[in-house]
């Protein structure tokens, strides 16, 4: 009996490793998609984003992720995540941006909503109004998140009217 439970004990741990090598490749293959893509493809991620929006006062736009930014993985304080990030298509992707730090392997995921200043008006405080959705962000991540956002309200280079727009719902 002893050596049956052994030998399930060896051949749980083998399936365990077998499997982390599968994820890891499977997230790999987040790289590069936009955000409307993710929803529409992955499963995990839809259902993870769902759940952080869920009973939120966000813009319509939200919902679908319409028009984005490729996901890239990035590494955080030597964690390896999914950085995808969305823009308000009505405003030219000028004003509201929503960061998504994603953690496939713990089915987690870190929302940054951000209202980016604008540089050209003295006192504009919209950055205020900025927030978190899904759980409090590590401090690693929040800052990473803010210096994203920060660096892209100011970089002509990533002009979101360059991006294709997501198809159409039918």
Known sequence: MKIRSL???VLFAVSAVALVPAAAASAEALVGLPPSKLLKSDQTFTSTYRAIIKGQDLPEWTER??????TEAVEIAGQRLFLTSACNPDTGCDDERFYLLYDPAARSMIGFFFLSPALDTSGDHRMAFSRWLGKLPKQEHSAFL????MR??????RDPARLPRA????
Do not use: I, W, Y
């Open 152 to 157: 892209d309200s100011q970089n002509p280079e």
């Open 146 to 149: 803010m210096e994203r956002a």
């Open 167 to 170: 198809e159409p719902e039918k």
């Open 7 to 9: 030998l399930s004990t």
């Open 65 to 70: 992720l319409s028009v984005g930014f490729p």
